[in-house]
């Protein structure tokens, strides 16, 4: 005998635990070289900060030794960084840039 399948019965697809990606700080570092004046054009370059924020965290960088530029997620953090570092090289400054997760 055949059996009856209830056809009223909905099945909810299951969910996928999707999580945002994990955000990173990106970071200037000081140095005893890097000019105030070239740590500024980068803030204003790659982290397109307007002119008068971005005297504040040179400041900040020169004063505390570093000051986070902006926070991204890992692929736009690891760019920046990557710029910022092939473009003090190439300006033969020692400016060091990083990132940290948040």
Request: glycine share 4%; charged share 25%; with cysteine.
């Amino acid at each position: 005998m055949p059996k009856e399948h209830d056809s009223n019965t909905v099945f909810a697809p299951e969910r996928a635990l999707i999580r945002p990606p994990g955000m990173y700080k990106v970071l200037l570092f000081n140095d005893d070289y890097t000019t105030m004046e070239f740590v500024v054009e980068v803030l204003q370059r790659f982290f397109s900060i307007h002119s008068e924020r971005a005297q504040q965290l040179m400041l900040q960088i020169h004063n505390e030794g570093s000051a986070v530029c902006g926070i991204y997620t890992r692929d736009v953090a690891e760019t920046k960084v990557s710029q910022v570092t092939e473009f003090a090289q190439q300006h033969e400054h020692p400016l060091r840039c990083g990132m940290e997760e948040i």
